[in-house]
């Protein structure tokens, strides 16, 4: 083994010349080129032959242009190859989108959207191949549907990736943009997005300009850079955005030749690995100039990778103005990337020139050269990571001056967000880190008082219930069988109050026979831990049914029920009692089952609130239902009981199907749903305990002009709400109107004070109770604390959820009940802030959490 040295961070005496890097052309923003052809989108699911024919038919400097008028154009295709001197314009509102048809990208193989051991068996979605002076210009958005489920198969291109990661092997997915033998291309101002792998790649090209471009992919998806030169020349990146899933930028050098003369200024990096030189260095990188960069949360900073299986040398390289935050190794140069690489290939570093970088956070520094032999050569001026030194520094010669501990920088005001805009998703995806916070066993260990929770783990899969476990009945219920009372019964209340008196320590099962049953189901606390559970072939064959609905008066409630209740158990009888002297029930008194009872279990059976189910549930003012109405009506209400378990069950609604409720505000029981169907049309899953939903599947159903999947008003401080894992979220076939996955219910509210309303002398202000009569009110802790959270992961979105905006507002801006979506901690600080509400004076806070705590998210979710 070759011994190392740690060479101590100091001023070498050593030969150093100053670096000249940067494109040699001299680059200005370039100009849009006229249009040839307008094409409108014409609702064709293929648009490949009409675009490419444009493409084919325009004459040199002219662009073929996709029309954003009047109203938000989708275009969709499948490969394209731009001629030379010929163009492509996306106009603002257009957007082209690629073909999730693997088929269309396959090079002959058969093997796009396969993994196996070679990868590169699809065609990219745009080629740009022996041109010159061609572009894609305009303010619109290329999407390449990386999270996609890809036609015919069950996986999104970024699943396949991690599949391929998982299984040592190499994915097959298409590329987005492909340059190739080229000269003086040009990208402006076009969105990228949601490539299934790189953005941008360009080998071979001499003369590239990317300005003022935006590339916007999840940190999440594998392999998603996004723009690699490759033995390429005269490359200018500038004014750009880019955030991704590898690295934002990578400098290459392969076996077709250097890569020289690089201009990186002017650009904005968030998630993704950072400003990357490799790792194919063979072909040799110089003349390489980074200046005013800002990287914000990227995994690295300013790196420079290779090994000995594809090392090079990389020289005249010049880092300058840069400024970092939240970057676990702001500067990372190894020479060693692969650790089990073999070669002869050595890597050489030499000419490295940093002057003012600075890290605003603590961070790691890697500088590892090869041996003595082939040292790392760098020049430092004006270079700081705040925090306690974290170094590993080995066969480096560094000159210049040692790296300060403490911020020189004046970065304040570089991090800017990202600009979002309204062709970019709003869509905040989880890191692989934050991801692991929602897992299955993490979510469902956590009980009781916010803050300060029990630690109790639970693991429902392990239950003989998920397992398919036979269970001996203590009690049947069969409404063609002769009745007892003691062990066999007509209905699922009389045995269910049976099981209450029983009063037993164990607990206790009861068989429900196959068929329809046309009750109430009320479970108290009191009880044993209760199963109910089905024999039939499946969830649907018996049902457990009601037609309860909000607006009910307590004297028809009690027409209807009364008889019912007239001989359960105490227990059973004090629920109802709760309900039936109401002068409306409320959502609240319209559960087909509700269930108090600690351990509750059900599998195999359907709950239905058959209200509207018969006409359906449209809106009022549509045809056909012109005089129908609907109100909320609830199938299951899990009411303070934890551990609630549901195997293989079905509820079936429409408006507030599924009710989760924690015991008392700032305090959290656990529901767990595993292989069910739950549907519905508006916030039809609701409440704020925290319930994990797996394997199931989530329907929205469509006579409602606008839909809201779930509405949570988890407490500020509960560390979980609603989360779905490997869940459907499924459509009956209607398209029509806006489906989103959430808003968060504003809970108890009676004003807003997150926007005016257009009434003279309007005021909503922070106060001790809900209230408001026109035109002033107040709004109370207990609603400003109730966020509402949820989280979608490894999850399947249909077609019907709007795809930038998945999580709404709760209701319109202008109304009195609005509030805008909260992603995290720093909106729930920064909205209080901005409605003229003191955190830390009225709410009595002291800090926002660092860092933010997640309200919504995704990850790994792909699109259908």
């Not at 990228?192 to 071979?204: I, M």
């Not at 030169?229 to 990146?237: D, E, G």
């Not at 990287?295 to 790196?303: A, V």
């Not at 790392?376 to 210049?400: N, P």
Request: glycine share 8%.
């Amino acid at each position: 083994m070759t011994a190392r040295r740690l060479v101590p961070l100091a001023l070498f005496v050593a030969f150093w010349a100053p670096a000249h890097a940067q494109d040699s052309r001299k680059v200005t923003e370039p100009v849009a080129p006229p249009s040839c052809t307008v094409l409108t989108a014409g609702g064709a699911v293929d648009d490949t032959a009409r675009i490419q024919s444009a493409i084919d038919q325009c004459p040199a400097g002219r662009a073929v242009r996709l029309s954003g008028s009047n109203e938000k154009q989708r275009f969709v295709a499948g490969p394209l190859a731009l001629r030379s001197g010929v163009s492509l314009l996306v106009d603002t509102g257009a957007t082209l989108q690629a073909s999730s048809n693997p088929k269309l990208y396959d090079r002959g193989a058969g093997t796009c959207g396969t993994i196996d051991n070679q990868g590169r068996g699809c065609k990219p979605f745009i080629t740009i191949d022996n041109a010159k002076g061609s572009g894609i210009y305009g303010e619109g958005v290329i999407d390449g549907q990386g999270g996609h489920v890809v036609d015919g198969g069950t996986e999104s291109w970024w699943q396949l990736a991690r599949r391929a990661q998982k299984e040592d092997a190499r994915q097959n997915v298409p590329r987005l943009i492909e340059v190739t033998n080229a000269q003086n291309i040009t990208l402006h101002k076009i969105t990228l997005r949601n490539s299934p792998n790189f953005h941008v790649t360009l080998n071979k090209v001499d003369g590239f300009t990317a300005w003022g471009m935006r590339i916007d992919t999840p940190a999440t998806a594998r392999n998603t850079d996004g723009i690699d030169p490759i033995s390429s020349r005269n490359v200018t990146i500038a004014y750009s955005h880019i955030r991704t899933g590898d690295d934002n930028v990578a400098v290459k050098a392969g076996n077709n030749g250097p890569t020289e003369n690089i201009s990186i200024v002017h650009n904005r990096f968030y998630s993704g690995h950072g400003m990357s030189i490799g790792s194919e260095t063979n072909g040799g990188v110089r003349n390489v100039l980074v200046d005013d960069l800002s990287m914000d949360g990227t995994t690295s900073g300013l790196r420079i990778k290779s090994d000995v299986s594809r090392g090079g040398v990389v020289d005249r390289v010049s880092y300058r103005n840069v400024c970092l935050r939240d970057v676990k190794t702001p500067i990372d140069i190894s020479t060693r990337y692969a650790r089990d690489a073999q070669g002869t290939q050595v890597p050489v570093f030499t000419n490295i020139d940093f002057d003012d970088v600075h890290s605003v956070s603590p961070g790691r520094v890697v500088v590892q050269g090869y041996d003595e032999q082939h040292p790392v050569l760098a020049h430092l001026r004006d270079v700081s990571i705040t925090g306690k030194a974290d170094r590993k520094i080995e066969f480096a010669r560094l000159t210049g001056d040692a790296i300060s501990s403490s911020d020189t920088s004046n970065c304040a005001s570089r991090f800017v967000p990202f600009p979002e805009s309204a062709a970019v998703s709003t869509r905040p995806q989880l890191t692989q880190d934050q991801a692991r916070q929602f897992s299955y066993g993490e979510v469902l260990k956590y009980v009781g008082v916010a803050g300060k929770e029990t630690v109790d783990p639970w693991d429902p899969l392990n239950d003989p219930l998920a397992k398919g476990a036979v269970f001996t009945p203590d009690y049947i219920v069969d409404k063609a069988a002769k009745a007892d009372g003691v062990r066999t019964f007509n209905t699922v209340q009389e045995a269910v109050s049976r099981a209450v008196l029983d009063s037993a320590s164990k607990r206790l099962y009861i068989l429900l026979k196959p068929g329809v049953y046309p009750e109430l189901v009320y479970v108290p606390a009191s009880a044993a831990p209760i199963t109910l559970y089905g024999e039939g072939k499946d969830a649907a064959a018996t049902r457990i049914t009601a037609r309860l609905e909000a607006s009910m008066t307590g004297a028809a409630y009690d027409a209807v029920a009364g008889p019912q209740f007239a001989r359960a158990a105490p227990a059973v009888q004090a629920m109802y009692a709760t309900i039936k002297d109401r002068a409306q029930i409320g959502t609240f008194g319209t559960q087909t089952v509700w269930t108090q009872n600690n351990g509750f279990q059900a599998r195999n059976l359907t709950f239905e609130n058959g209200y509207n189910k018969d006409t359906g549930n449209a809106r009022a003012e549509e045809l056909p239902n012109i005089n129908n109405v609907h109100h909320q009506a609830l199938a299951l209400s899990v009411d303070s009981a934890d551990k609630a378990q549901f195997e293989n069950i079905r509820l079936i609604g429409f408006q507030d199907t599924l009710y989760l409720k924690s015991p008392q505000i700032g305090s959290t029981v656990r529901s767990f749903f595993n292989k069910s169907y739950i549907e519905g049309d508006v916030d039809f899953i609701f409440g704020d305990s925290t319930a994990y939903f797996y394997q199931t599947e989530i329907r929205t159903l469509g006579d409602r002009g606008v839909s809201y999947t779930a509405a949570p008003n988890t407490y500020l401080k509960t560390k979980y709400g609603f989360v779905f894992d490997n869940c459907r979220f499924t459509h009956e076939g209607k398209k029509t109107g806006d489906f989103y996955l959430l808003r968060q219910w504003f809970a108890s509210s009676r004003c807003t004070p997150y926007a005016p309303l257009a009434l003279d002398g309007y005021s909503c202000t922070y106060g001790p109770v809900n209230v408001y009569k026109a035109p002033t009110g107040t709004v109370a802790r207990v609603s400003l604390e109730a966020v509402g959270k949820m989280v979608v992961l490894n999850s399947r979105i249909g077609a019907h959820i709007n795809r930038q905006h998945p999580w709404a507002d709760w209701n319109k801006k202008g109304t009195i009940s609005f509030r805008p979506a909260q992603y995290n901690s720093d909106d729930h600080w920064n909205n209080l802030i901005k409605a003229g509400i003191d955190p830390v004076k009225d709410l009595g806070y002291s800090t926002p959490p660092s860092p933010p705590e997640v309200f919504l998210g995704e990850f790994n979710n792909s699109d259908e």
